[in-house]
């Protein structure tokens, strides 16, 4: 340590304190300043180990809302997928009565055809080309 007698420290110590040779320090405080210096290592040991295990808890609690919040939205996607097809499904058995009216009730031809027109163009899933494309292809089959 600068301060100790040899060192070249010019006589005085840290924070103004005359150079000691080492065999001058008594037992007592090496030990004092050991003890201080191991508990204040202690503490910093003690702080860094709290930071890592609350940064831990805080990445999985991340992780666990990011897996919640993923499930949800499968789970989302899934009932509007299972709601599209319910509808589809409806729509085929609408049309597909209508077609057993058709048959079963002499209609005129041109009314039946406007009607499936205007339900077709006001339709927003057949607004989009390729559910136009399949409706249409599953419509002409019906009709």
């Known amino acids: 340590f600068k301060g100790l007698a040899g060192d070249g420290g010019g006589g005085v110590g840290a924070e103004g304190a005359p150079d000691v040779a080492v065999g001058d320090v008594p037992e007592g405080e090496c030990a004092l300043d050991q003890a201080r210096f ?19 808890a805080c990445s999985k609690e991340i992780s666990d809302d990011l897996g919640k919040r993923r499930k949800e939205e499968a789970d989302l996607v899934e009932r509007f997928r299972q709601g599209i ?19 079963k009730v002499p209609a005129d031809n041109e009314l039946l055809a406007q009607f499936r027109d205007r339900v077709q163009t006001k339709d927003p899933v057949l607004q989009d080309k390729s559910g136009a494309e399949q409706a249409s292809g599953r419509w002409g089959r019906s009709w």
């Open 85 to 103: 097809q319910d509808l589809a499904a409806r729509r085929e058995q609408f049309f597909a009565s209508v077609s057993t009216l058709h048959r």
């Open 38 to 56: 191991q508990t204040l290592a202690n503490c910093v040991a003690e702080a860094f180990r709290r930071e890592k295990e609350a940064a831990q």
